[in-house]
């Protein structure tokens, strides 16, 4: 068991932290630009964030600093630095494994888009002649051509528990460098990037706060 | 725009950071356990999480401490305890709202009892003969009625993005204390303990990551 098993406390922490806290601004930065906003201070934005002014002032400091002293920050400068900063202009491009519920929830409703990164095919064992949101649905047993093909840099896993583990291994064999994980199955230590999406965790967390009653809103 | 909005960061970060870590500690400790493990020191409560024993006696310390000096955790009473913190026993009960494809995923694959929640009853516009994963549905117009008489303390929320805010005060007003919310829709503000399910940060996460190439296995 090594200290890798839970990567998002390790040694890197506080980067991480911020790495965090990043889609949080975007998402707050993009909303104020919406609504026609130009400029935001950084106590605005600590107002809206619920952070304190220095804090928001160290966060934008780790990737040098985007505002003027006594000026602000461009909502439209900050948006577009911090979607570089999180790579979503790289344009990255997936395949989808699993095309059961979740993965038919995810192809339809979820905007990849926005987070960087397009879905090029999804694949199930089952064959399907229709595609989903837009998305051609293979069998699985075209899998390594696609990949050999288009040699996608990422991967969503949406497939049962039990045949997690044997996929990221043949994904990590064909090319593919990182994986959206919702198995809650364990694929550290493969030399894979892997975002877990932990429901569970989330949950348990609400249970948490509701036995403690305490109403954020 | 208050500094509600984005309460994971609030004043009460710190606890809610140790409150967060508390599901990843759960987990791995019933690992521990399906493996037959029956004591396990702070030392390697660390290694397996990543973290300094200090800490992790520190965050168990936040709720009286379980160990003895120099004789480690007993894995059943830290699982035992963890779990009473968390909540989990309290056998909270809940509705789930929309019934499309993540709903479904929900209903079928996920273990709610795990994380303390049992669902009660699903509910959608669309009338719906067959039960999804043991869970009756039911068509929105006896919403009303079930919440009166069954009085569930928690809600799902995984129907369209721009039906969030009306369902959320009417289970609200109905009684309901708690929304485990999948819409992106801010429900901040209601008097509800909210727990947002932000899946494009995870995305986005995931692709910074892919951009700096830090593989963390």
Redesign the interface.
Known sequence: ???????E??R?EISQAV??????Y???VNMLLAGGVERVSSGGLA?????TASQIRQDLNCFGGFGQQGYGYSTEKLSASISA????E?G?RAVLIGV???G???L?????G????TIIGAFDIVPELSDVGGVRVYTLDKLSAFLTEHAP??AVLTLPADKALDMAVRLRDGGV??I?NFTSTD?????????D?????????????????????
């Open positions: 068991m090594s200290a890798r098993r839970f990567p406390m390790d890197r790495i965090r806290r990043l889609p949080r975007l998402r707050y107002e809206g964030l619920g952070l900063i999180l790579g979503i790289l990255y059961g519920n979740l038919r929830a995810l339809g409703k979820f905007s990849f926005r987070s960087g990164l840099e990422a460098r990182a959206w694929l550290q230590g493969l030399g894979l990037v892997v975002e999406v932990l429901l569970s965790d989330s949950l348990m967390t609400l249970c948490y706060r509701l036995s403690q009653r305490q109403p954020h809103g």
